[in-house]
């Protein structure tokens, strides 16, 4: 599904708006651009300028109001529940702020669910996407709660990679860390861009966007540059 | 499997909700299914003393409107009076034939047993002697009757009274009619179509002639042999006997029984029914578990949604959850309600030899699948909702 040569993500014209008793809101206005593969793209702006909405376009979490959105070439308009939610499933990883792993399921378990949801448990791949992040095979068969936040984090991110996806979202993936712990995180980020990952990370942390290729500004609902 | 694992631990993280979620299941199944064995064992305690006269028909004198009376005569008349001639018997027996016709007299006497005891008042059944093999009266102890003056004794009749085989019995107040003696003890017949002996006396035909100078009967009974249809018998009396008046009432005895048991079914449904409300309270049970569950799994279905979970597996989820209480709780309900049954059965009945039946075993089948379809059921809502959120509502939900 897709075509490689085309742009990973883009963006033509698009309209997101919410329909609200109070009137509607314009989240975002005619937008459009492009990411390519293998690209490192930060997206800053204010709080309410439309970045978290944006987020969840490229997420296939949501479809646009107007305008165009295709994932490597595909336009999504006009695909199901069933196949977005595959899309995301096999194509886009993503990482959170607040690490959002599942507590009833140990480091392992995390790390496998989107694969089991694909084609069922290989050990051997979760295992190398940990150890890929570079997180204590000790620590394997531990809780969510057993973990610290930068342990979570590297749990989280080998679960954006195990389906080796097209495409890493993050949202404000060191919002949630101490600078120390973001600044490895955000290292191991720019390992796995050199490692060929397409990686947009939703940030207003000017630090965490400086390990990044390119920033695109957005304010109230439009690219500022 | 990944989501049957997540709805067990979930379940297992919750132990004291999951618990009391399964208590109510485990409840209303042994009420549905304890209900339902009682019904069944008292359909078969009853059983037990009809069936073994559910090859009888009786012909009894017609009690209501004006017909004509016994013996031709004429007139309604009360219905003690009324009794059959011996030429209506002979009709009766020439329709009935092959099956045999058995005229029985009977009387309501009091009586003494022993030297100064106190009078008391019993049924005197008399049948010919050479009738009595076909009526399937069983002794537990003695002899059938043997002369004139014998008689034999119901068990309760006996027990009471402390009578035993050779026991004398004064019929009437000074005992005027004569005497009987004990030729044997009928074993115990329970509730009967035909003749309820356990606590009466039943003397040969020829003494009850002789002593209240009879030459009629109260009733006949046409014992109807093993092939032959007992609705078609009475049919056949009827047709003969009430071609232009009604002169006599028959009963099938087989078609009461029928009626009988289908009344038992419908207490039984009944009783069940009631134990049924107390599985709808579990149920409503569940569904509150199920909802609070959701609610609080909001953000975890958001995640799920958002890396790539599809609306089914959401469901199943939430469905396996439902299911795991549902099957847990029915069976041990259904091997709890074997117990019940065991225990109101011996309390209720004074037996439990009915408890191992194929209806009893249909009866805990039908709670275990209520209680396990009550589940899924009040799972399904919850679990639809759950499929249901929106991934971006689900993920920023705190």
Redesign the interface.
Known sequence: MGDIMQPAIQFEDVVKIYPLKSGDVMALNHISFEVQRGEFISIMGPSGSGKSTLL?LM?C??KPTSGSISMSGVPIRDMS??EL??L???R?G?I?QYF?L????NVI?NV???Q???SGVNEARAREVLRAVQLDEKLYTHTPMELSGGQQQRVAVA??LI?DPDILLCDEPTGNLDSKTGASIMELMTELNKNGATIIVVTHDTTVANYTNRTIRIVDGCIAS | M?FW??AK??LR?HMLRSTLAMLGIVIGVVAIASMGILGNSMVATVSESLSSVGDSVIVSPYSGGGGMGPGGGGGGGSSANLKLSDQQFQQIKRAVAPNVAIPVLSTSERMKVGVGSDDIVATIYGVDSQYIPDLNLKLTAGDYNNGNSGCLVGSTFAKDNNIKVGSRISIGSDGEKGTLRVTGIIEERGMAFDLSTDSAIVATQDWFDNTYNRNDYDQVIVKVKEGQDTAVVKTTIEKQMNKRDKIVSVTDSKATLASIYATFGTITTFVSAIGGISMVVAGVSIFNIMMMSVSERI??IG?????????K?VMSMFIYEAAIIGVIGSVVGGILSILAGYAISALMLGTTKYLITTANALSVGEGVCFGIVICLACGIYPAWQAANLN??DA?RHE
Do not use: H, V, W, Y
């Not at chain 1, 599942?102 to 399921?105: E, G, Y």
């Open positions: 969840t997420g979490l949501d529940d069933i939610t595959s995301r499933r096999d886009i993503f959170f959002n599942f507590p009833l399921l378990e496998s669910f989107p089991m949801l694909k679960r954006a389906n | 990944i694992e997540i631990r979930n993280i953000k975890e995640i799920m949604r958002s890396i790539g979970t599809q609306k597996e991934p971006i993920l």
